[in-house]
């Protein structure tokens, strides 16, 4: 926009007819003149963010590959390194002197700081620094002190391998990267966002890097996955390498204190005691979950007791749990740091690769920086010893200039150059001029001999180690781990996850009701006919009299049409519902039979169970959940000649098929009226069970370990390695802890045979006995702490071997017949002393070969009446000693 004179000074001056003075004129001139230059603000903008967004990448948010820390970072361990004398300094000393190298403020570097001391590896604290458990923030920087550990001394620091630049203000110098020789990345994590860039390592084992890395250099490949400092399980089914595009499903520990009570011990990653109490209470709210209070105990460990009602399923809450609240989230990683002063995205095992590859070069670097620091001490110690020995020092005296006192030395030197490795510098000669006449007269040429030796022995040590730098850096891992591993063992459990249907652990929130003739439902309708409990995302199964069926989600109100003859909630995909119909087919047709399980639908969309002739009229009809039948009273209409009346409808009879089928013509004439005669049992036999090991549960898909063929009144004898015992369902919701030493069937009858050593007595027993039925956890071995359970056997004939140590060693190993040396008792009984040498070990072996009798009977007869029992040594349950 173009400004002549007079509009310039209304612009100035607020109207045209006052005039502007000659300095002012020129001033606007220049500012609005046709030599002024002119910016486009779209180019301002694009330039000015391009380089904010580079700058905020590169400084800020992301970390550099070579020693994994963000420029904060690297500059409060920078200022904590100039200020480290051994003792504590004050976290507000330290953020004060950081600010020579940092330019962002106070907030940020004291921030910073917290979180490197929160993740334990780099910092010694002392003081208050907050809890990551629950959240709590630490106290203020002028409360709190902090100073280097041991490892970061060790591991971070080395002036002579370090490049500097100076600082922004050009008063200080920093260091490009620190020279770190530890996957320090990897160990931290790190989660930062930048513009239009985010990256997020997840924090990885102290001990299992370690061993990748050892593994790398011996050329092998490796595996590595997050660990986190609040434990709990990981899936790391999806990690991806922790690229972008993968996930890992982290949960918390949850427990069974007992049938009213559970107690979560371990968070989520990112998660707090507050928050996932505040999504526990919110799915309460809901009604997703019901519960009756939580107490928050924690304090060094975490502690949450969930108390619960007594008619609610601990094993469905802790599903309800998984899938309604924090107790498990999804965490996507996104490996992202700056390589090459650039960003990258590079998986975390290039990371690792990267970083050892760089340890290994920093440590080349030390040594060579090493052998040519001992070149230089061996090459002065022998100018000194010649020098000195030769008495060179007294040619010096009649010099007059130093330029003469250079070269009489020089000249001295001559024959003995040739015993050198290099040559002698004029700073060599300069450096001899400067030994005091104290230490020439106190010289001791022995000691110097050995100085030299000590000299050249390190340096075919140094060469050694560059010569077998792999070996070298391989060891020098080692030696970290044993110095700063112990305590650090992996916190996070990893397994595979089982997927949790909401559907089917969501709390009966709702009620649902019903209007049958005029074919209203839901749960708004309270002055109806109530059907069951229901959530609000359950399906209903809704079918009308004529035949006509839907599945719909449940709502307030809802119209299918009229005369509703079934109506309840909806189980997708379960085979075992059974529903046995009897209908007429068209208005004067024959009348049909049928059983068939509903499945494969779509929701919304309208089915007939019938043949779909028109006119047709559903008789009678039952939803079975496991596969039940009746047996129904038929009472036909009278006709002429016709005598029988009364006809008998066993449904046990019927053959399942699938639900587009037509049924079977059960008669043509005409029905008066349906009565059940008798309910009977299911005919779809046993459920057949299996147990996952990898993600300890039992379910109908066969998955995992066959456990057999179950009715309802079996059970599932569960034994730890704990040497407790207790009896289970066989529901899939059923939670099982890790320590499982065996899941079979339960038989009153079987006989166990169990070795375990007593604490208290300090003796290996051995015990045969049968379990009794009890749902409580009970034990079958002594008490005490230092008592263990060896094994457990359930051959017919076990054959137990027994090592004999300390005094007794040398006895030859000696087999009991466990069968002839005890006999069968209860599981409360003690059992029978081993031996009454010094044992050392027990272990059960193949077992033995007995030839069949009255009391024996063969071998055919004994696996009839134990169809579970495993044969061989393959029913042996040992536990490592």
């Known amino acids: 926009m173009q400004f002549d004179d007079f509009e310039a000074e209304d612009l100035l001056n607020g109207e045209g007819s006052k005039k502007t003075s000659p300095a002012e004129h020129s001033r606007i ?39 994994g820390l963000k420029p904060v970072q690297r500059r409060i361990l920078h200022a904590m390194k100039r200020l480290d004398d051994g003792r504590y300094n004050k976290v507000a000393n330290i953020i004060g002197f950081t600010m020579q190298y940092h330019p962002h403020g106070d907030a940020s570097i004291g921030d910073a700081l917290v979180q490197l001391g929160q993740k334990d590896l780099l910092i010694d604290m002392q003081g208050n620094w907050g809890n990551i458990l629950t959240g709590d923030g630490s106290a203020a920087p002028r409360y709190i002190e902090a100073r280097l550990s041991k490892f970061a001394t060790d591991v971070v620091f080395n002036p002579k391998t370090t490049e500097w630049i100076l600082s922004y203000d050009g008063r200080n110098q920093e260091p490009i990267t620190l020279p770190i020789k530890f996957p320090l990345l990897l160990a931290q994590g790190v989660e930062g966002i930048a513009v239009g860039l985010a990256s997020k390592i997840l924090p990885h084992n102290f001990n299992e890097l370690i061993d990748a890395a050892v593994l790398h250099l011996k050329g092998k490949d490796f595996e590595i996955y997050p660990d986190f ?94 899938a309604f609240t924090d107790c498990e989230i999804s965490i996507s990683p996104n490996s992202c740091v700056i390589y090459d002063n650039k960003p990258s995205f590079m998986g975390v095992k290039n990371i690792l690769r990267t970083s050892v590859e760089r340890t290994k070069y920093l440590l080349t670097r030390e040594l060579e920086i090493r052998m040519n620091e001992l070149d230089d001490n061996w090459h002065m110690s022998s100018l000194e010893k010649i020098f000195i020995q030769n008495r060179i020092y007294i040619t010096i005296e009649d010099c007059e200039t130093w330029e003469s006192v250079i070269e009489t030395i020089d000249k001295g030197l001559d024959p003995f150059k040739k015993l050198l490795r290099r040559e002698v510098t004029r700073d060599d000669i300069v450096r001899l001029t400067e030994i005091k006449i104290k230490r020439i007269s106190k010289y001791d040429s022995f000691k110097a001999d050995e100085q030299i ?31 700063y591993g112990k305590g650090r063992e992996r916190k996070t459990e990893i397994r595979s996850f089982d997927t949790i249907e909401a559907t089917k652990v969501i709390v009966a929130n709702e009620k649902l009701y019903a209007n049958f003739e005029e074919g209203f439902f839901g749960t708004g309708l309270k002055k109806e006919e109530y059907i069951d409990d229901c959530s609000d995302i359950d399906e209903v199964i809704v079918i009308l009299k004529n035949g006509k069926y839907v599945i719909t989600r449940v709502s307030d109100k809802a119209f299918f049409g009229k005369k509703i003859r079934h109506i309840s909630v909806f189980n997708r995909n379960d085979t075992r519902a059974i529903y046995n119909v009897f209908y007429r087919d068209g208005r004067n047709g024959a009348a049909m039979m049928k059983r068939c399980a509903i499945t494969g639908v779509t929701r919304d969309r309208e089915y007939d169970i019938t043949k779909g002739t028109e006119g047709s009229e559903i008789l009678y009809i039952s939803y079975n959940p496991n596969g039940e039948a009746e047996l129904l009273k038929v009472f036909l209409k009278p006709r002429p000649r016709l005598r029988n009346l009364i006809l008998e409808l066993d449904f046990s009879q019927v053959a399942i098929r699938g639900r587009q089928s037509q049924g079977n013509i059960f008669t043509r004439h005409a029905i008066h009226k349906v009565q059940v005669k008798e309910k009977i049992g299911s005919t779809l036999g046993g459920i057949k069970v299996w147990f996952d090991w990898d993600v300890f549960r039992i379910n109908n898909d066969e998955r995992g370990e066959f456990l057999g063929e179950f009715q309802s009144e079996d059970s599932l004898l569960v034994i730890s390695k704990d040497g407790d015992y207790h009896l289970s369902g066989f529901d899939p919701s059923t939670h099982f802890t890790d320590n499982i030493l065996r899941l079979e069937k339960y038989s009153e009858d079987k006989v166990y045979t169990a070795a375990y050593y007593d604490g208290e007595q300090d003796f290996f027993y051995l015990k045969r006995f049968t379990f009794e039925p009890s749902e409580r956890i009970q034990s079958f071995i002594s008490d005490g702490n230092k008592s263990y359970l060896v094994a457990v056997n359930t051959d017919k004939y076990p054959c137990l071997q027994v090592v004999f140590g300390g005094k007794n060693a040398s006895r030859e190993p000696e087999e009991i017949d466990a069968e002839e040396f005890i006999g069968v008792k209860g599981f409360k009984a003690k059992g029978k002393r ?5 044992v050392k070990s027990v272990k059960f072996i193949e077992p033995l070969q007995k030839e069949p009798t009255e009391e024996n009977p063969p071998k055919e007869d004994v696996e009839s009446n134990k169809a579970q029992d495993d044969k061989g040594t393959a029913s042996q349950m040992t536990l490592e000693l």
């Open 453 to 483: 030796k000590g000299i050249e022995t390190e340096m075919e040590e140094v060469k050694n180690h560059l010569a077998n730098i792999v070996a070298y850096t391989i060891n020098y891992f080692q030696q970290i781990k044993k110095k």
């Open 834 to 838: 081993v031996s009454n040498y010094q």
């Open 229 to 322: 400092p609040t434990g709990g399980y990981i899936d790391c089914s999806r990690y991806n390498d922790g690229l972008r595009g993968g996930a890992v499903k982290v949960r918390a520990k949850i427990e069974k204190l007992d049938r009213k009570t559970l107690v979560i011990k371990d968070l989520p990653f990112s998660k707090t005691t507050p928050t996932l109490i505040d999504s526990i209470l919110k799915a309460n709210d809901k009604g997703q979950i019901k519960i009756k209070k939580i107490d928050d105990n924690t304090a060094q460990n975490v502690e949450i007791l969930v108390h619960l009602s007594p008619d609610i399923s601990p094993d469905k809450t802790i599903d309800a749990l998984y």
């Open 29 to 67: 001139a220049k500012l609005t003149g046709e030599g002024t230059k002119r910016v486009h603000v779209s180019g301002m903008y694009k330039e000015w963010f391009l380089d904010y967004a580079s700058y905020v990448i590169l400084e800020r948010a992301v970390p550099y590959l070579e020693d």
